[in-house]
């Protein structure tokens, strides 16, 4: 208990009545050691005319809400990690599972796919998952609001796809590019929060491949869009971002608020903060696989910005270690916490890029009309199918078996670590999808009407324009 932050606590009995479980009659006397606070607070209530079964429950309600999970890093799993590292920066050239390109989840076919959730389920059987959930959430109260950020992250995902491929080795780590689903009425509809893909969003998973795993603090959960804050990232956004030249202008900290706009840990926060539940915490956000997905197409926008900084501002990513922070950089060559032969500055090394992996581009309007997209001609930009049956701009919907929302539930916990700072939520929310369909589709039929309109009257302008002309060709 002391490692949770409690006092030292006493031996008391509590006497938990089991319904539903041993049946309304049925009680069992469990034996208890609680914290001094819950043994407080069960006596307050001695001299009160209170059940003393809703006294129990009260007092238990509120010792599981204040509980905090063990986030330390066992001498074995730091042996674990540290080897891992070892391996990493012993040969850069000489990578054991070869190159690999990273592509956009949806550019994985049916095959490759299965693949993937396989290896990841093997993963997390084996207990890896559980693992590198752990090392994030102990690692990332040392590493946030830093230029650590960015390359800590990389090296963590190239540790875990390394995990992917001793699995298999013909799996590699795909991105979740969210700018996809940013352009529809609202991200909630989006087909990827079907059985055959991300499973459902709307509290417990209980669809798809990731179905009932388990979190440090119980199931896996997602509450997307729910939170005030959080949204997904944009096109506008990775605009701004790339349209700088030198990393302290990407990474905390900042001088002023207008400054954060272009700071892609930001940005990254807020799209986890919108994924909620489990998400939003980050002792247990890399319990969930899409958080994986989620950081590698945070990577690529990074290694879009590196590539932009050799071709057009003569810097080289590997040395622009930034400088503005309070210990004026110095934090560039201390060791990694969990990859300790690595130091800092050595995920800003383009070697990664060089040897290891790199990034397949996304979709665009001309190859993009598929399963997954359609191209929006009025933006020129890719756009995700919606699993809407009753607002749809498609003639023809992409059909799941699932009910667009399945009946699950969803548990409030307390948040330990906060993934802050984060944007505010957009107002698109699980609430708010079914209008935001219905208004989209009712302004694209109402602009498509307007369009054949304008047509027809210019076409009509035509052909008077040539009877008038052939008129004066007569006279």
Not at 334 to 342: C, E, R
Not at 416 to 424: G, N
């Amino acid at each position: 208990m002391d490692k949770t932050g409690y006092k030292q606590t006493q031996k008391i009995f509590l006497f938990v009545l089991l319904f539903g479980l041993l049946g309304e009659t049925s009680q069992t006397d469990i034996c208890l050691r609680v914290p001094d606070e819950t043994t407080d607070c069960l006596m307050s209530s001695e001299y009160h005319p209170v059940p003393q079964n809703s006294v129990t429950q009260s007092c238990l309600q509120q010792l599981l809400w204040n509980y905090s999970s063990d986030q330390n890093i066992s001498a074995l799993n730091a042996d674990y990690f540290r080897n891992i590292s070892r391996r990493l920066l012993g040969n850069s050239s000489n990578v054991s599972t070869d190159f690999r390109q990273r592509r956009e989840y949806r550019q994985l076919n049916d095959l490759q796919r299965e693949k993937l959730h396989r290896a990841l389920q093997i993963l997390y059987d084996e207990g890896t998952i559980h693992r590198y959930g752990k090392l994030y959430g102990y690692v990332y109260t040392s590493v946030r609001n830093s230029p650590k950020f960015l390359g800590f992250q990389r090296i963590f995902l190239l540790a875990f796809e390394e995990e992917l491929r001793r699995v298999d080795s013909e799996v590699s780590l795909p991105y979740w590019d969210f700018t996809i689903d940013a352009q529809m009425d609202n991200p909630i509809n989006s087909l990827l929060w079907s059985s055959k893909y991300f499973g459902n969003g709307n509290g417990r998973v209980k669809l798809g491949d990731f179905r009932d795993w388990r979190t440090p603090k119980g199931p896996l959960q997602r509450r997307y869009g729910e939170s005030n804050y959080g949204k997904l990232m944009d096109r506008d956004v990775i605009r701004n971002i790339v349209s700088k030249c030198k990393s302290q202008d990407i990474n905390y900290p900042v001088k002023s608020e207008d400054d954060e706009n272009f700071v892609l840990e930001y940005h990254h926060n807020g799209v986890l903060n919108w994924l909620g539940g489990s998400s939003a915490d980050a002792t247990t956000v890399a319990y969930d696989p899409v958080f994986y997905f989620v950081s590698a197409f945070t990577d690529f926008v990074w290694e879009v910005f590196r590539k932009k900084q050799q071709v057009s501002c003569n810097i080289n990513p590997s040395l622009d270690y930034p400088n503005n922070t309070t210990s004026q950089g110095k934090d560039s060559s201390v060791k990694m916490i969990g990859f300790s032969d690595l130091s800092y500055i050595d995920g800003y090394s383009n070697n990664w890029t060089q040897f290891w992996y790199n990034y397949t581009l996304a979709q665009n309007c001309q190859n993009c009309n598929s399963e997954f997209f359609w191209c929006d001609s009025y933006k020129q930009l890719c756009v995700s199918h919606s699993r809407r049956t009753d607002y749809n701009i498609l003639t023809t919907v992409i059909l799941t078996s699932d009910s667009f929302e399945p009946e699950t539930e969803y548990v409030p916990r307390r948040v330990e670590i906060s993934i802050f700072p984060s944007p505010l939520n957009d107002g698109r929310t699980m609430a708010s999808a079914r209008q935001d369909a219905k208004a989209y589709v009712t302004e694209r039929q109402r602009s498509l009407s307007s369009r054949r309109r304008n047509m027809l009257v210019l076409s009509a302008l035509g052909r008077f324009s040539l009877l008038s002309d052939s008129l004066s060709r007569n006279d």
